[in-house]
């Protein structure tokens, strides 16, 4: 369920944004025609694709399938922001809110709420000049949980998005109908513990004529 929520955020987004869209479709249009068929394509070559792995890691910045990580108990007193936490309490941290806010590193200029995959490369390339091995350490994204007791079924999920999304983007072009209310609003609603698309939500999806000349 998790995943499936996250995969519609995503052609969410896409479908929203056409310049990322096309994009996306460049990058995997080209590890494509390197094999010359989509059916000679490997798990290898998905995962070489460093644009989807931003569009997707984007997607799960703004729209954590669990919006809040798995709470904590405190095995002693403790003060955080000037306020008191007493031994025993339940403590926890909103996914859905930090990772928007200016102190996360992958946040500049206040674009916290907008969907801008590249942040990722950015912050890819700064972390390979850093010498950064493990960018998990620093908590700026924690969908699946971050430290020693992360998901247990990230890989696996994330494997699911890449393969599911990159053969979508390869197929399929996505746009929002005309006069689409939720184009500037909320599409989103939380439905304990999950954040899911509204009911009503609607994305237009066309065969791509490259697409369709190989059927």
């Known amino acids: 369920s ?12 896409l479908a929203k944004s056409e310049s990322i869209m096309r994009r996306l479709q460049k990058d995997i249009d080209e590890i494509v025609n390197k094999r010359g068929s989509i059916d000679n394509v490997s798990w290898e070559d998905i995962d070489s694709c460093n644009y989807l792995s931003a569009v997707i890691k984007e ?32 403590v926890t941290i909103a996914s859905l809110v930090a990772h928007r806010l200016a102190f996360n590193r992958v946040v ?5 709420n907008e969907f801008r995959p590249e942040r990722w490369e950015e912050d890819r390339l700064k ?3 850093e010498g950064i091995k493990f960018p998990s350490n620093d908590y700026s994204f924690i969908t699946f949980s971050a430290g020693v007791r992360p998901c247990i079924g990230r890989h696996m999920s994330l494997m ?10 390869y197929n399929f072009d996505a746009s ?5 209310e939720f184009q500037y609003g909320d599409a989103r609603k939380i439905k ?4 899911t698309l509204k ?8 065969i791509r004529e490259k697409a369709q000349a190989t059927l």
Do not use: W
């Open 2 to 13: 998790t995943t499936a929520d996250s995969l519609s955020h995503t052609v969410l987004e």
């Open 59 to 90: 997607s799960l910045r703004l729209f954590p399938s669990i919006g809040t990580v798995a709470p904590r108990i405190l095995t002693e007193d403790v003060e955080i922001d000037n306020i008191f936490c007493p031994k025993g309490s339940y």
């Open 108 to 112: 500049s200029n206040g674009d916290g």
């Open 127 to 129: 972390r390979q000049k």
């Open 160 to 169: 699911e998005m890449k393969c599911a999304i990159f053969h979508f983007a």
């Open 176 to 180: 929002l109908p005309k006069g689409s």
């Open 192 to 195: 304990l513990p999950l954040l």
């Open 199 to 206: 009911e009503d939500i609607e994305v237009k999806i066309q």
